[in-house]
């Protein structure tokens, strides 16, 4: 059993995310990917697929039956941690309390993108992430479609199939490709936060998964995004993705985003603390 009241975050890192934990991590994405998630991909039944909160917000077996794989394996691997999945807080809300408490959390999203998966685009992903009193530690995004897997380690780096990940400065002289919460999830106040992006160099899009948005700018693909919700199963490992890639991440206040909620939004993250300034900035003005 793991104690944490009294382990640092630096305690926990030198003693917990190690090679095994690691790859053990990484075999057991894979694992329920290939088990629950590809073989279903463009297969799916309609009866395999369910409306939770409006005709935008689906779920599929695919979802629920990775969500159990991940949540078994991952709580066998690491003794004492809990598991905060989106389906079983869509079954239990109280069950996204974990977050706040003090116990090592597994964050994790089965299908990121599910709206992508139905419709048989490859633009899904499986998100994971460990967090330690609400500081995520390590996180993989995994694109089975794609044949991608991106980890990162908090002080370590970020990598993509083992290769380092470096954003690097959006581009001189060319607008700022900021990926945008989409218009059917956003509220009126989010839509006119937002609407600060219709500007003179950039060039705002909606957003497509957000794992892959995240890594998008982890490999310097996209510039930003700005977000509008703050469900940390969508955010944890893609904001410590972009951290260790060496970009930046704000709220609309100004200061950085944190998966324990309470945040300013829209959010943003970003290639570099600059870019990541520049947006935050028109989100607020």
């Known amino acids: 059993m793991i104690e944490t009241k009294t382990e640092s975050i630096e305690d926990f890192l030198n003693t917990h995310i190690n090679h095994k934990l690691m790859t053990g991590v990484e075999d057991i994405v894979r694992a329920a990917a290939a088990a629950e998630i590809t073989p279903r991909f463009r297969r799916l039944d309609a009866a395999e697929i369910e409306e939770k909160s409006a005709p935008h917000d689906l779920v599929t077996v695919a979802d629920k039956r990775a969500e159990e794989?991940?949540?078994?394996?991952?709580?066998?691997?690491?003794?004492?941690?809990?598991?905060?999945?989106?389906?079983?807080?869509?079954?239990?809300?109280?069950?996204?309390?974990?977050?706040?408490?003090?116990?090592?959390?597994?964050?994790?999203?089965?299908?990121?993108?599910?709206?992508?998966?139905?419709?048989?685009?490859?633009?899904?992903?499986?998100?994971?992430?460990?967090?330690?009193?609400?500081?995520?530690?390590?996180?993989?995004?995994?694109?089975?479609?794609?044949?991608?897997?991106?980890?990162?380690?908090?002080?370590?780096?970020?990598?993509?199939?083992?290769?380092?990940?470096?954003?690097?400065?959006?581009?001189?002289?060319?607008?700022?490709?900021?990926?945008?919460?989409?218009?059917?999830?956003?509220?009126?106040?989010?839509?006119?936060?937002?609407?600060?992006?219709?500007?003179?160099?950039?060039?705002?899009?909606?957003?497509?998964?957000?794992?892959?948005?995240?890594?998008?700018?982890?490999?310097?693909?996209?510039?930003?995004?700005?977000?509008?919700?703050?469900?940390?199963?969508?955010?944890?490992?893609g904001i410590l993705l972009v951290e260790e890639a060496g970009g930046a991440h704000l709220t609309r206040d100004g200061i950085p985003f944190s998966i324990r909620g309470g945040n300013a939004l829209p959010f943003t993250a970003a290639r570099d603390a600059d870019a990541a300034r520049r947006v935050a900035g028109l989100l607020a003005a």
């Open 69 to 237: 794989y991940l949540t078994r394996e991952l709580a066998a691997l690491l003794p004492g941690s809990v598991v905060v999945g989106e389906e079983a807080v869509a079954a239990d809300p109280a069950s996204y309390e974990a977050i706040q408490g003090s116990a090592p959390v597994w964050i994790v999203d089965p299908v990121d993108g599910t709206r992508q998966f139905v419709h048989g685009d490859p633009g899904f992903c499986t998100l994971v992430a460990l967090a330690l009193d609400g500081v995520v530690l390590a996180s993989w995004t995994y694109a089975p479609a794609l044949g991608e897997m991106a980890v990162a380690v908090r002080g370590r780096g970020a990598r993509l199939n083992g290769e380092v990940l470096h954003a690097g400065p959006p581009a001189p002289g060319t607008d700022l490709r900021v990926a945008t919460s989409h218009p059917d999830f956003t509220t009126d106040e989010q839509k006119r936060s937002l609407l600060g992006l219709r500007t003179d160099g950039v060039a705002p899009r909606p957003c497509g998964s957000a794992g892959l948005e995240y890594l998008g700018i982890a490999r310097g693909t996209v510039d930003a995004i700005a977000f509008g919700w703050e469900l940390a199963w969508d955010h944890a490992a």
